[in-house]
């Protein structure tokens, strides 16, 4: 094995963002990232406040969506979603492009919004990913989205928000590695359901993972490496990621 339990675990965003999830779901999605030790959070808004501060003093980071999963709000709207968050206690930032901007292929209006919501995040000294929804763009699109992000320094290119039509695929995650080079790293969403595919992405030089089928991946990983599953597991949802 050329991996740790840690280092499988720290790709690991834990996506708690099915719209029927209830508080008491929320909760237990926090413990399992917890006992699980993941990379961060990903919870619906409105929850942020008390996953952040049911976060603290571990080293699980807390994330939230902005513009999510449509990514059709306006600038401004989503420029108070992330002030919200990042004064919510959010440590990274998942925002959706405008969809509609780039198939129209206005890309004053697409770097205009990217660079706003970067200086915001990293002025607040939080990062930020950035999520193109690949399902519904050509490699163009794609591969012009890299460059602007680099551009700007977003902290990560993330495929997909886990709902649209398709998730990551491979060959969008070598395709977003070689047009957004290195700091900027690379995130998976969907498609990502288990180890071998976990080993796949890693391999092609992904960071992050988004699931919400952590509890099942990670023990896989710890039995592969001869550790005992984590038996403290809250609920497996269905549905995006």
């Known amino acids: ?6 280092d499988i675990a720290k790709m690991i965003d834990h996506s708690l ?21 993941v990379a961060s ?4 808004p409105y929850f942020l406040k008390l996953c952040a501060q ?20 306006a600038t401004a709207i989503k420029t108070a979603e992330a002030e919200l968050a990042i004064e919510h206690g959010c440590q990274e930032l998942d925002v959706v492009v405008n969809i509609s901007q780039v198939l ?16 915001l995040a ?38 997909s928000t886990g709902y649209g039509t398709s998730g990551a695929t491979v060959e969008d995650l070598q395709l977003m590695r070689q047009h957004a080079p290195p700091p900027v790293q690379v995130k998976a969403a969907g498609g990502v359901r288990d180890m071998d ?35 403290s597991r809250g609920p497996e949802t269905s549905g995006g990621y």
């Open 122 to 159: 990293h002025g607040a000294g939080q990062k930020i990913k950035i999520i193109f929804e690949n399902c519904f763009l050509t490699d163009a699109h794609k591969i012009r989205l890299c460059q602007i992000c680099s551009e700007l320094g977003a902290d990560w290119v993330k495929t």
């Open 54 to 73: 049911r976060l603290a003093g571990s080293s699980v980071k807390a994330s939230t969506t902005i513009g999510f999963p449509h990514g059709g709000h």
């Open 104 to 119: 129209s292929e206005n890309w004053d209006y697409v770097i205009d919004e990217i660079q706003q919501l970067v200086e």
């Open 1 to 6: 094995m050329d991996y740790t339990y840690l």
């Open 17 to 37: 963002l099915v719209p029927t999830m209830t508080v008491n779901d929320l909760e237990a999605g926090i413990d399992l990232a917890l006992a699980y030790d």
């Open 197 to 231: 595919m976990i080993l796949k992405v890693r391999e092609i030089g992904v960071s992050r993972i988004g699931s919400s089928r952590t509890g099942g991946m990670l023990d896989e990983c710890r039995t592969r490496l001869g550790l005992q599953p984590i038996s």
């Open 41 to 44: 959070v990903c919870i619906m």
